[in-house]
């Protein structure tokens, strides 16, 4: 079984700031990594994942991750915040091949301050 | 309209009543899930359907009843509800295609037993 671990419940910011938001996981099987936005009192949305290939995967608004199978993790980063990010995020992971269950984390919430 | 939708979106309930969830999805995707999100908790795994007919547990089952006679629906059911899972509720689907593991979040339903 996979377990996921996001090592920060908040992280508040200043606009303009980098961010990083920590993801690590544990699974004895290769996987599939995903970041899910959450905006308030909405549902979730995928910001982005990893299946394969480059290591590095980036979002239509900014972000970006990276796989790191040595440290067994995949962080997301922003190099510069806006209000408009301020969400809570989630960190999953799924059983790399035909596998369609998602393991989430605890999620993290960003909060960006003007 | 097309995508993933839950109904109610707000319930108020009170213990030992019964409560159905809806959850309707217009992409014929095969699998579908729910789960509850909670505080400190993130989202856990009720239930999972991979076809109708097909359902089985997730993380937290106790106390839910699902059921998918048909591949668009997949209602959750707390036969006698608790405060304990006083929760918002969130329905997804997923396709089969490949090893795209995206799954698609309906809004939520808020649940709240007194």
């Known amino acids: ?114 | 309209d097309a995508g993933i939708t839950q109904s109610p979106r707000y319930k108020i309930t009170e213990t030992g009543r019964q409560v159905t969830l809806m959850c309707h999805q217009t992409w014929s995707h095969s699998y579908m899930f729910w789960y509850r999100q909670d505080l400190g908790h993130g989202l856990r795994l009720i239930y999972y359907s991979a076809a109708a007919d097909i359902t089985d547990k997730g993380e937290v089952p106790d106390g839910y009843v699902v059921s998918r006679s048909k591949t668009e629906n997949f209602p959750l059911t707390l036969e006698s509800a608790t405060r304990s899972q006083t929760s918002v509720y969130f329905c997804a689907s997923r396709g089969t295609s490949g090893g795209n593991n995206e799954q698609f979040f309906g809004p939520g339903t808020r649940l709240t037993v007194l």
């Open chain 1, 1 to 114: 079984a996979q377990s996921v671990t996001q090592l920060d419940s908040q992280v508040p910011v200043f606009e303009e700031a980098p961010v990083e938001l920590r993801c690590n996981y544990s699974s004895s099987v290769s996987v599939y990594l995903f970041w899910y936005v959450q905006y308030p009192n909405q549902g979730l949305q995928l910001l982005l994942k990893y299946l394969s290939g480059s290591t590095l995967v980036e979002s239509i608004n900014g972000f970006e991750a990276e796989f790191n199978k040595s440290q067994t993790s995949f962080h997301l980063r922003k190099p510069s915040v806006h209000i408009s990010d301020t969400a809570e995020y989630f960190c999953a992971v799924s059983r790399g091949g035909s596998n369609y269950k998602l393991t989430f984390g605890k999620g993290t919430l960003l909060t960006v301050n003007p």
